[in-house]
């Protein structure tokens, strides 16, 4: 009977949702569950729910879950044209741009956009015009800004991104229009062009470029 049911929950992946992070609550045939993911973690997975009666038959039933970053979620959120401003903090996330949009740091310097060494921070797409400000672009891997489109970097700092196995991966990689404004590239790593590689169209203002190690 239903008021005899039990009811647990796993996860596929626990690393992005640990299984101590999983609670169940409830009665009968009333449950609730709540999933908490970790401030750094975004991906998908996939719930699996099990429900044991008295008589001892089983029954599943599973669903997916995607965990948005903030930072994408903001993005999906947006407007052509509009502005997306970040507050300070550390957002773990890794965004496609495919529409004209700026992203700036509330305070320049503040706003940190780390890739967790999985994927590139920011790639824009040929049909996009991007302006972004203020940021820190740290631990993508692929590179730390991917440009296809037409991009504005200002007042950013590129750094500790890398490219084990690749080239031209570093820290800015452009195949489109870029310009640069009092910009700091620097500690980034890929087998060749590890600060900015260019392949486009390149203007630098003010920027700094050192420290990048290639090979």
Avoid at 8 to 19: D, E, Q
Avoid at 116 to 124: A, E, R
Avoid at 182 to 194: D, E, F
Wanted: proline share 3%; glycine share 12%; aromatic share 4%.
């Amino acid at each position: 009977p239903p008021s005899a049911l039990t009811v647990s929950a796993t996860v596929g992946n626990t690393n992005l949702i640990p299984t101590a992070n999983i609670q169940l609550a409830g009665e009968g045939p009333n449950w609730s569950l709540m999933l908490t993911v970790p401030a750094e973690q975004s991906g998908a997975t996939t719930v699996t729910l099990t429900a044991l009666d008295s008589d001892r038959n089983v029954r599943s039933t599973s669903f997916p879950v995607t965990v948005v970053g903030v930072l994408r979620s903001r993005v999906e959120a947006a407007n052509a044209g509009d502005t997306v401003v970040m507050a300070a903090g550390t957002f773990f996330d890794n965004v496609t741009l495919s529409k004209d949009l700026t992203i700036e740091a509330e305070q320049t310097g503040a706003t940190v956009v780390d890739g967790k060494g999985l994927g590139i921070p920011f790639t824009i797409t040929n049909n996009a015009t991007v302006h972004l400000r203020g940021l820190v672009i740290r631990n993508g891997r692929g590179g730390g800004v991917k440009n296809f489109g037409i991009l504005r970097l200002s007042d950013c700092v590129i750094t500790a991104n890398f490219e084990k196995a690749g080239a031209r991966s570093g820290g800015v990689v452009n195949f489109g229009a870029l310009a640069m404004e009092r910009c700091v590239v620097s500690g980034n790593s890929a087998a060749y062009g590890a600060g900015v590689h260019n392949l486009g169209t390149l203007s630098l203002s003010e920027c700094t470029i050192r420290e990048n190690v290639a090979g």
